[in-house]
T-cell receptor
Framework: GAVVSQHPSRVICKSGTSVKIECRSL??????MFWYRQFPKQSLMLMAT?????????EQGVEKDKFLINHASLTLSTLTVTSAHPEDSSFYIC???????????FGPGTRLTVT | AQSVTQPDIHITVSEGASLELRCNYS??????LFWYVQSPGQGLQLLLK??????LVQGIKGFEAEFKRSQSSFNLRKPSVHWSDAAEYFC????????????FGKGTMLLVSP
């Protein structure tokens, strides 16, 4: 159990367009989902924390208007990169947890390339 | 604020040899410590965790780690490395109960030579 999926696994988009990444908990209900960004050969940096039904909490330096997060249900959170630019190219990973303080289960990641 | 240092960017180990990956943390109180493994293009898989109790913790895939408070370390070990262990390894710390907010180190890439 505790499987988290992401879709798509890879996406290429043109500069100026928007792209949506989905994160789903397949066999459990996730009260909280996290979005991370990972640059090549770097660690994961937490972008935001989202709780079902409420607004996401963004980490310092992350533009909330650029990275729109929606956590509309207990099994789905989406990250929309608006007006994407080449510097937004990165590996985006989500995680989900059942309960407060519980283990985070990670998705397989989405590779975004903006041309 | 908590921080994690993994001093080795990459390590090469011969298949069958033992492995130790270093992790040092900075945190004022008792930390919650984790080791994750990431294969290329994949998400993270939890290898093991330390919350309290026995300072030597066993994980999956034959890995273990030892918490040493005096050295602020949580090094990962495996007695005999397999080629399939080649991956990136991340140490992480959480400040509060369980996994409230994870802070990751920069990772150590493990290469396994035949």
């Amino acid at each position: 159990g505790a499987v988290v999926s992401q879709h798509p696994s890879r996406v290429i988009c043109k500069s100026g367009t928007s792209v949506k990444i989905e994160c789903r908990s397949l066999d459990f209900q996730a009260t909280t989902m996290f979005w991370y960004r990972q640059f090549p050969k770097q660690s994961l940096m937490l972008m935001a924390t989202s709780n079902e039904g409420s607004k996401a909490t963004y980490e310092q330096g992350v533009e909330k208007d650029k990275f729109l997060i929606n956590h509309a249900s207990l099994t789905l959170s989406t990250l929309t990169v608006t007006s994407a630019h080449p510097e937004d190219s990165s590996f985006y990973i989500c995680s989900a947890r059942r309960t407060s303080g519980g283990e985070q289960y990670f998705g397989p990641g989405t590779r975004l390339t903006v041309t | 604020a908590q921080s994690v240092t993994q001093p080795d960017i990459h390590i090469t180990v011969s298949e069958g040899a033992s492995l130790e990956l270093r992790c040092n943390y900075s945190y004022g109180a008792t930390p919650y410590l984790f080791w994750y493994v990431q294969s290329p293009g994949q998400g993270l898989q939890l290898l093991l965790k330390y919350f309290s109790g026995d300072t030597l913790v066993q994980g999956i895939k034959g890995f273990e780690a030892e918490f040493k408070r005096s050295q602020s370390s949580f090094n990962l070990r495996k007695p005999s490395v397999h080629w399939s262990d080649a991956a990136e390894y991340f140490c992480a710390v959480a400040p509060g109960r369980g996994y409230s907010t994870l802070t990751f180190g920069k990772g150590t890439m493990l290469l396994v030579s035949p």
